[in-house]
């Protein structure tokens, strides 16, 4: 792309060197005295360095105004990429920090919930065991009553 363009330096040396060639062209076809054809070409050399020394200037002007505008953009860039870096770090903080806080919460969650578990199964065990030993008891009760109702009926 940059070989299609045309550079400003050759646009330059080209306007001069056309300019030279178009005013020598003019001057020496010119039916004019000798005199006067070097005053002519002496007034042209000195149109063609005055326009040299403005589109130099307009070079210059335009070479600085360029210059200034592509130092603008790269710092606009730099910052912009800079903040759009501080802000993906933070936002990359703050979610690792929500997941952080939602695992230690579930994980926490579900300890209170294993406890809870275990709690009723210690209780219903309790409550089975109670219940055994009171059909134990009964048993034992029912067997003494038997055993006691036997010797009686044996002793008769």
């Known amino acids: 792309m940059a070989d299609n363009q045309i550079n400003t330096k050759d646009f330059i040396i080209g306007t001069l ?19 006067e ?5 002496n007034d042209g050399a000195v149109q063609v360095k005055n326009r040299a020394t403005e589109l130099a200037g307009t070079a210059q002007e335009k070479g600085i105004e360029l210059k200034d505008k592509a130092y603008s953009a790269t710092s606009d860039l730099t910052k912009k990429a800079v903040d759009a ?9 703050n979610k690792s920090q929500e997941i952080t806080e ?9 300890k209170d919930a294993v406890e809870d578990k275990l709690n009723d199964a210690k209780d219903k ?3 089975i ?3 055994a ?5 009964e048993a034992k009760e029912e067997a003494s009553e038997k055993i006691e109702a036997v010797k009686k009926e044996l002793e008769k």
Do not use: H, W, Y
């Open 37 to 41: 054809l070097r005053s002519d070409i």
């Open 102 to 110: 939602n695992v230690k919460q579930k994980t926490s969650e579900i």
């Open 85 to 93: 870096t501080s802000d993906f770090s933070k936002t990359v903080a």
């Open 17 to 35: 060197v056309g300019s030279f060639v178009g005013a020598a062209t003019a001057l020496l076809l010119a039916p004019k005295s000798g005199k």
């Open 133 to 137: 030993e009171e059909k134990l008891d």
């Open 129 to 131: 065991k109670d219940t």
């Open 125 to 127: 065990a309790e409550d």
